[in-house]
């Protein structure tokens, strides 16, 4: 089956670190771009990150840039997030998401919670 | 603030047609492509639309999609109660090197 499972999330204080994993199946990861998406509670979709396939490149949004770091380990079909300095406005449900070649987000997995807070 | 603009929320009766507008600018919707995403309370999102008006199979043709400069739409007819929803649209953006979302639309079918 063609999936993606993202873990890692918890709770965790303001300042604290975290690192997420999404473990791939089902298809060629080291094929495909990969992405961090978030969801704030009662809030809309908000991009994190992307990685190139072979990891020749990464882009983040402005509000993680120098917290967050995106990786991957294509031998073990597997994309991280290790995120540093963390904040209460980063509590959020974290999707990883599959890249096309389009530039659309066409497999997305069920998400991991995040919560920063004291 | 989402860089792609979109209306908080749109209402129509069953079997009605609605059309759910996305605006943004040069650096995104006018030199990329637009794709959509339908969300059912905090669930993954479900690609509806890629590449402006493409459907992934197994989208029922009621959905579709449009663009034209830097604005894209999305039309959904013959409503049906399932398909009260959050509507995103979403595109590349060359000045930020990001990928940016709209601030999504609530669907609600009367």
């Known amino acids: 089956e063609v999936q993606l499972v993202e873990s890692g999330g918890g709770l965790v204080k303001p300042g604290g670190s975290l690192r997420l994993s999404c473990a791939a199946s089902?298809?060629?990861?080291?094929?495909?771009?990969m992405n961090w998406v978030r969801q704030a509670p009662g809030k809309g979709l908000e991009w994190v990150s992307c990685?190139?396939?072979?990891?020749?490149?990464?882009h983040y949004a402005v509000s993680v840039k120098g917290r967050f770091t995106i990786s991957r380990d294509n031998a073990k079909n597997s994309l991280y997030l290790q995120m540093n300095g963390l904040r209460v406005e980063d509590t959020a449900l974290y999707f990883c998401a599959r890249t096309r070649s389009g530039g659309y987000l066409d497999l997305w997995g069920k998400g991991t919670t995040v919560t920063v807070s004291s | 603030q989402s860089v792609l603009t979109q209306p908080p929320s749109v209402s129509a009766a069953p079997g009605q047609k609605v059309t759910i507008s996305c605006s943004g600018s040069s650096s995104n919707i006018g030199n990329n492509y637009v794709s959509w995403y339908q969300q059912f309370s905090v669930t993954a999102p479900k690609l509806l639309i890629h590449e402006n008006n493409k459907r992934p199979s197994g989208i029922p043709d009621r959905f579709s999609g449009s663009k034209s400069g830097t604005s894209a739409t999305l039309d959904i007819t013959g409503l049906q109660t399932g398909d009260e929803a959050d509507y995103y649209c979403a595109a590349w953006d060359s000045s930020l090197s990001a990928v940016i979302f709209g601030g999504g639309t609530k669907l609600t079918v009367l």
């Open positions: 089902g298809f060629t990861f080291s094929d495909y771009r």
């Open positions: 990685i190139a396939s072979g990891s020749t490149y990464t």
